[in-house]
C-alpha cells in the first residue's frame, strides 16, 4: 500500500506562485511514475504533468499543454516527494490538485488516469483574479 500526501495549496493573485508537494511511502520510490492531475468544479479531472522512470537515473517529465512553461514537476527520491511548482498562475488553473503513483511497470501512457495505482486526497488551489 503506497501512501500519497499533498500538500502547498491555498488561494494566491494571478499572477503569483505555489509550490504543491506530495510525499508518498514506498522503498521503490525512485521508479514510481508519479503524476498531477487537477479537477475543476463541474469539470472532468485532468492531467497536469508527469515524471516517469525511463531507467537508471533517467527521467522524463511531460505538460499539458495548458501548464507548459508555467509549471515544473520535479523529484527528491531522497525525501519520497514529487513537486509541482506552479508560476503566472491563471485564475483558470483554479481546481483541486490530485498527486498519483503508479508503481508497477513502466507507462507510455502518463497521461492518463486509469495508468495510476494510487491517489492522493488533493489539495485546493485557487487563483484570484
Known amino acids: 500500500q503506497v501512501q500519497l500526501v499533498e500538500s502547498g495549496g491555498g488561494l494566491v493573485q494571478s499572477g503569483g506562485s505555489l509550490r504543491l508537494s506530495c510525499a508518498a511511502s514506498g522503498r521503490t520510490f525512485s521508479r514510481y511514475a508519479m503524476g498531477w492531475f487537477r479537477q475543476a468544479p463541474g469539470k472532468e479531472r485532468e492531467f497536469v504533468a508527469a515524471n516517469t522512470w525511463s531507467g537508471g537515473t533517467v527521467y522524463y517529465a511531460d505538460y499539458a499543454d495548458s501548464v507548459k512553461g508555467r509549471f515544473t514537476i520535479s523529484r527528491d527520491n531522497a525525501r519520497l516527494t514529487v513537486y509541482l511548482q506552479m508560476n503566472s498562475l491563471k485564475p483558470e488553473d483554479t481546481a483541486v490538485y490530485y498527486c498519483?503513483?503508479?508503481?508497477?511497470?513502466?507507462?507510455?501512457?502518463?497521461?492518463?488516469?486509469?495508468?495510476?495505482?494510487?491517489w492522493g486526497q488533493g489539495t485546493q488551489v485557487t487563483v484570484s483574479s
Open positions: 498519483a503513483a503508479r508503481v508497477w511497470g513502466r507507462t507510455q501512457q502518463a497521461r492518463k488516469s486509469e495508468e495510476y495505482d494510487y
